[in-house]
């Protein structure tokens, strides 16, 4: 179970951190995790924005590098999306993903994820 959180309503340039709280089973480590976050605005596709892999490689959309951190706390079954130089382009409901199985050509692809968030709310007004 995953559950995303940090959403807002914020001006051009500012800034915003989501996280994203796993519920893994006792068994199953966080860190095994690939974790990913994607964003779908009204009327559009959901897009990949950023993964964490679980040796903490990090892979970004292109119209995010720059702007966007993404980072992992496996103490606290925590992932995090800080995201600085906020665009309107950017206003779209976040969903945090995640997934063990799946392998880096998958990352992009929402198909490729198991388990999905509930989705916070991000507005960027000009």
């Known amino acids: 179970q995953l559950q995303a959180s940090g959403g807002g309503s914020v001006q051009a340039g500012g800034s915003l951190r989501l996280s994203c709280a796993a519920s893994?089973?006792?068994?199953?480590?966080?860190?095994?995790?690939?974790m990913s976050w994607f964003r779908q605005a009204p009327g559009k596709e959901r897009e990949f924005v950023s993964a964490i892999n679980r040796d903490s490689r990090r892979f970004f959309a292109d119209d995010v590098k720059g702007r966007f951190t993404i980072s992992r706390d496996n103490a606290k079954n925590t992932v995090y999306l800080q995201m600085n130089s906020l665009k309107p382009e950017d206003t779209a409901v976040y969903y945090c993903?995640?997934?063990?199985?799946?392998?880096?050509?998958?990352?992009?692809?929402?198909?490729?994820?198991?388990?999905w968030g509930q989705g916070t709310q991000v507005t960027v007004s000009s």
């Open positions: 993903a995640a997934d063990r199985q799946i392998i880096s050509s998958g990352y992009y692809g929402p198909h490729s994820y198991e388990f």
């Open positions: 893994v089973p006792s068994t199953v480590s966080f860190r095994s995790y690939v």
